[in-house]
Nanobody
Framework: QVQLQESGPGLVKPSQTLSLTCTVSGGSITTSIYAWSWIRQPPGKGLEWMGVIHYDGSTSFSPSLKSRTSISRDTSKKQFSLQLSSVTPEDTAVYYC?????????????????WGQGTQVTVSS
């Protein structure tokens, strides 16, 4: 049983940095056939993939968010974190962390198998 739990402030002021942490239980963030993503859903819109961190710490990001996004990890705590800088009200969304499944260590991501419950983050002054 793998569980993911998002945590962090629910309210962020414009121009500040949004910081969230995903804590993983029942799994390992260093297993090579899995990767770990952040996804968000703004009000009334669909899911938007933000970025991913792989078992070796390498990262990839959505082109639209790359300049503002960072993902890091703490393997000892089995956590990975999202940093989104220079936020605006357009960044208001429910933010999810999720585990990706890869076909092989070096293969493509084929889907998601576990999700956190999501956490609401509102950008407002």
């Amino acid at each position: 049983q793998v569980q993911l739990q998002e945590s962090g402030p629910g309210l962020v002021k414009p121009s500040q940095t949004l910081s969230l942490t995903c804590t993983v239980s029942g799994g390992s963030i260093t297993t090579s056939i899995y990767a770990w993503s952040w996804i968000r859903q703004p009000p009334g819109k669909g899911l938007e993939w933000m970025g991913v961190i792989h078992y070796d710490g390498s990262t990839s990001f959505s082109p639209s968010l790359k300049s503002r996004t960072s993902i890091s990890r703490d393997t000892s705590k089995k956590q990975f974190s999202l940093q989104l800088s220079s936020v605006t009200p357009e960044d208001t969304a429910v933010y999810y962390c999720a585990r990706n499944v890869k076909s092989t260590t070096w293969g493509p991501i084929v889907g998601y198998d576990y999700w956190g419950q999501g956490t609401q983050v509102t950008v407002s002054s």
